[in-house]
């Protein structure tokens, strides 16, 4: 039953970034965002209404507050810079592989941010996992795509995004239970998706059918999907667990990409993501990262 729903959460999760590669061939980052988080926080209020009512209460405005901006960083800045980066040419494959070194960072920055304890072999992780980062994206600039060299460092903006959202997670004193978060960091998303929509002209959908497909896939496969099984698995197996898991969003993702949009995958490419997971087995063989708690569920892709 783990080993089935491990695979279902990483089919769900690195689904995220061949969702946004679908919309980006016909819509704006922006666009296919406001679409995908208008009725998905329309939805959630409705149930959080309904059902959920009883997991609202105890917490004070400071704490949603605190939510919304967790939301901010950990959804909202980390998929508009995930889907820019893609529309941008940038493959799905780097992309997942430049925001999946995510647990590394935070665990590596545990030490000085946090006062938590950070081994040599934790530190050696990092290096080869940002290595596996070098090798791929230097794979794929090289593959003759024409995608500007700059466009690769917009992942690794929203992969600190990340980083900044579990530090500021990890200080949270007051529970939040999933549901509660989710709703929150969606309707987070949807104002300001919308807002940014609003001010660049970028509100009205395609009339193309495929865009709606893109975003139904969105919404059901990997916020519904992945966020979903990222929390059962959590709370079945740990952190440590979810984090090795998340590793193999980069290689499934990049398969994934180069069957279904024909992006390159080389010898170099399968290097970069070798030593990607060689830097999981290396800081995991010690049980984990850090003592950090990891990203609050971040949307996937």
Request: proline share 5%; aromatic share 8%; hydrophobic share 55%.
């Amino acid at each position: 039953m783990n080993a089935l729903l491990s695979i279902a959460f990483v089919l769900c999760w690195s689904s995220g970034f061949i969702g946004a590669k679908l919309g980006a061939e016909g819509a704006s980052a922006v666009t296919i965002l406001t679409w995908r988080f208008l009725p998905l926080a329309l939805i959630l209020a409705v149930v959080a209404a309904a059902v959920g009512r009883a997991s609202w209460r105890g917490l004070t405005a400071r704490d949603i507050a605190r939510q919304a901006v967790i939301g901010a960083l950990s959804q909202s800045g980390y998929l508009l810079t995930v889907y820019y980066a893609i529309q941008l040419g940038v493959s799905s494959g780097t992309t997942a592989l430049i925001d999946g070194v995510q647990p590394l960072v935070a665990g590596a920055l545990a030490g000085p941010l946090l006062r938590q304890y950070v081994s040599r072999r934790q530190w050696l992780g990092l290096c080869l996992g940002v290595s596996g980062v070098v090798i791929v994206t230097a794979a794929d600039a090289m593959a003759g795509t024409g995608v500007a060299a700059w466009a690769y460092l917009v992942p690794f903006l929203g992969m600190l995004s990340l980083v900044a959202a579990t530090f500021l997670e990890s200080r949270s004193r007051a529970p939040v239970a999933p549901g509660v978060a989710m709703t929150v960091h969606c309707a987070t998303s949807a104002v300001l998706f919308t807002a940014l929509a609003a001010s660049t002209g970028t509100t009205e959908p395609p009339a193309d059918a495929g865009f709606w497909v893109a975003v139904a896939w969105l919404v059901v496969l990997p916020t519904f999907g992945g966020y979903g099984l990222y929390w059962i698995i959590l709370r079945r197996s740990g952190v440590t667990k979810v984090n090795t898991l998340m590793f193999l969003m980069a290689p499934v993702t990049a398969v994934w990409g180069a069957l279904m949009f024909g992006e390159p995958f080389g010898p170099q490419t399968a290097l970069g993501l070798l030593v990607g997971l060689v830097a999981v087995v290396v800081v995991h063989r010690e049980g984990g990262p850090s003592r950090t708690r990891t990203t609050p569920a971040p949307d996937a892709g």
